[in-house]
């Protein structure tokens, strides 16, 4: 009951997280059985129409209900720890806009008991998602829950932006706020000027359906490419909310288990920023399919490949932080590692797709499928995975098992690497995604098993990790303030910090406030 | 509040965007139009004081929105009569003054200044719609 009214950002953010992994069961279960239904050439375990739900729900899911909410849950929760602040500036706004997230969530998922849960894909396009072609009530439920979402989540971005502006202890000024600070804060302004756009976009959609509007409808004058420019000015920018605070997770993981402070804060920090703004500039990139005219796609194209550098820079600045240093495997630091590889994977087919003639042959193959894994499954779930065995501790006072730990990582990249990177070549040999089933061309059955047979192994790493999670949870080993000997403002308060975060919060004089209150003799301040 | 403010700034930017592409606008503003347009705006200058402390101006922004809004109502209902979508937006828009009236009539004093910002916004924005059709009308 006080979890039901709970206003403290530690137990908004751990419900925003317990949220998430129900909905990250739910789209993992639509991922199977798509993935089942793939298995062999000519099945037919399910009919088009479940398919066209199931890629639908699984995709609105895993990015509306999952990826958005958990990491605001992580900012939630840590934010205000690690800036040294007792709580958000706006705690009942965090609160409500839960709320209104897990609603949204529930109404999304009530579609299938119409009968006709939403089926036109996780953007919707128009005319496909318009009334004629799609009759039943699931777009306009898949609407009206995005509408929610986009409400929920502008409110949550609203509340960090106000409590990183306004909390931070004497003595941190911007300079000194640790990177995940710093890449929340820009995720945070992105979401207030980026998802505007999807409620303009689904208020037009909604109107075209539900009243008299022919806005996407091009034989009363409509457009339906109106509908693709609005949905991507917010999608691309979309891309970027979900991993800037996974990057900002990476950059405090990688540090503290190098024992060497991070390599180019300052480059770090402006990377962000410079992704912020060339996100906004990219978004015809996922239209190059439509005839836009030549200089059009060149410049989108050249944007597209220009945002690979700032994002190139980090990559750059964490190996270059564990170089020469005196490295820890713990299970977070290895999921660390694996996220810096299997996000180079997702960035490198990003650049290929920025080329538009790559663009022309591979759009709508499983091509596109692989590199959106990659990026959100290698960059943004690997991070969260790494970031919650780092935080576990913090979090519930115990330890999580090490020993579980690495089995899970292990299960987890195989079964991921097996499921998604066999898409590429599936992709690149001119397997459509998105049709439920396939004829029996060559290579075509053997790579979509093999995939299927990842996904299965995936699954069992997830459970062990959920397991090693539940059982920690209970019966973990004490883990104290500190168990890693880090530097972040976090690790002074309590594990699990009391309802009051500090009652004395350190002086802040560098990024590693911490490290000066263990090191006296040399403090931060003093070198730099 | 000015963050919220720019979120809403960005989605009426494209709304009026999108209605304006399509040519969902009325064609003309009629005389009245332009009256209420102008009390809207004065309602902004009363807010002004309003947000200074004084009831006497609350009370009378508070008139000035709900005569606003009864024109708004049935310009929404002669839209939709003759098939103009136009409705939408300003139904979206007045659906924001009903909820700013809201604030202001139930509001304690501490929200008067929030409040105040977001009233402006939303007088802008329809001087914003105004203006998009009259400058239509007249190219």
């Known amino acids: ?528 | 509040m000015a963050m919220f403010l720019i979120s809403e700034a960005v989605f009426f930017f494209l709304l009026i965007l999108a209605f304006a592409y399509f040519g969902s606008m009325p064609r003309r503003i009629a005389p009245v139009g332009w009256f209420f347009a102008a009390l809207l705006l004065l309602s902004g200058l009363s807010m002004w004081r309003a947000a200074a402390g004084s009831r006497l101006w609350r009370c009378i922004t508070i008139a000035l929105g709900i005569a606003f809004l009864i024109y708004q109502a049935i310009l929404i209902g002669n839209t939709f009569l003759i098939g103009n979508t136009f409705f939408i937006l300003a139904g979206i828009h007045g659906l924001h003054i009903l909820g700013g009236l809201i604030a202001l009539a139930i509001g304690p004093a501490s929200a008067l200044r929030p409040t105040a910002l977001y009233w402006y916004f939303f007088v802008l924005v329809w001087l914003a719609i105004v203006l998009v059709i009259y400058f239509r009308s007249a190219a």
């Open chain 1, 1 to 528: 009951m006080t979890w039901l009214l709970a206003l403290d950002h530690k137990r908004v953010g751990i419900l925003y997280m317990l949220s998430a992994l129900l909905f990250f069961f739910a789209g993992g279960m639509e991922a199977m059985v798509m993935r089942a239904q793939l298995a062999a050439p000519n099945l037919k375990l399910i009919s088009p129409e479940i398919y066209n739900q199931m890629f639908t729900m699984h995709g609105t899911t895993m990015i509306f209900l999952v990826a958005m909410p958990v990491l605001t849950g992580f900012g939630v929760y840590l934010v205000p720890l690690m800036i040294g602040a007792n709580q958000t500036a706006l705690p009942r706004l965090g609160a409500a806009c839960f709320w209104l997230q897990l609603v949204g969530g529930v109404l999304l998922y009530s579609s299938f008991a119409t009968g006709a849960a939403p089926s036109a894909g996780w953007f919707s396009y128009a005319p496909l998602s318009e009334k004629p072609f799609s009759p039943g009530a699931g777009v306009d439920f898949w609407a009206f829950a995005l509408l929610l979402i986009a409400a929920s989540s502008i409110g949550s971005a609203i509340n960090l932006i106000v409590t990183i502006a306004t909390e931070r202890a004497p003595g941190m000024i911007m300079r000194l706020v640790p990177l995940f600070v710093w890449m929340t804060f820009v995720a945070s302004i992105m979401i207030v000027f980026a998802l505007p756009a999807l409620g303009a976009s689904l208020v037009l959609l909604l109107s075209d359906r539900l009243l008299v509007a022919h806005f996407f409808d091009p034989s009363q004058g409509g457009a339906p490419l109106l509908w693709q420019h609005y949905f991507w000015i917010f999608g691309h920018p979309e891309v970027y909310i979900v991993v800037l605070p996974a990057f900002g997770m990476i950059s405090e993981i990688i540090p503290v288990f190098s024992r060497k402070p991070i390599f180019g804060y300052p480059f770090v920090a402006t990377s962000t920023v410079a992704i912020a703004f060339l996100s906004y500039g990219v978004w015809v990139h996922h239209m190059f399919a439509v005839a836009l005219g030549r200089n059009f796609l060149a410049v989108f194209a050249a944007a597209s490949m220009l945002i690979a550098v700032p994002t190139g820079m980090k990559i750059f600045s964490w190996i270059a932080t564990m170089w020469g240093g005196a490295i820890r495997f713990t299970t977070a630091m290895m999921f660390a590692v694996a996220f810096l590889l299997e996000f180079t994977v997702g960035g490198l087919s990003g650049v290929a797709f920025a080329t538009v003639p790559v663009d022309w042959r591979l759009t709508d193959t499983y091509f596109v499928v692989a590199h959106i894994h990659y990026v959100l499954f290698g960059g943004t779930v690997f991070a969260l995975l790494a970031a919650v065995h780092y935080w576990f501790p913090k979090m519930s006072g115990r330890m999580m098992d090490e020993r579980l730990g690495r089995w899970s990582f292990w299960l987890i990249v195989l079964g991921f690497n097996t499921a998604v990177f066999v898409l590429h070549f599936l992709g690149l040999i001119g397997m459509p995604r998105r049709v439920y089933t396939y004829p029996n061309l060559p290579w075509f059955g053997p790579l979509n098993l093999i995939s299927t047979i990842g996904a299965a192994i995936l699954v069992f790493g997830i459970l062990l990790f959920c397991c090693n999670v539940a059982m920690s949870f209970f019966f973990g080993v004490e883990a104290g303030d500190d168990p890693w000997n880090a530097w972040t403002l976090e690790w002074a308060a309590a594990s699990p910090p009391a309802l009051q975060n500090f009652t004395q919060v350190p002086q802040v004089r560098s990024r590693r406030p911490l490290w000066d209150l263990k090191h006296p003799e040399a403090p931060d301040w003093m070198v730099s």
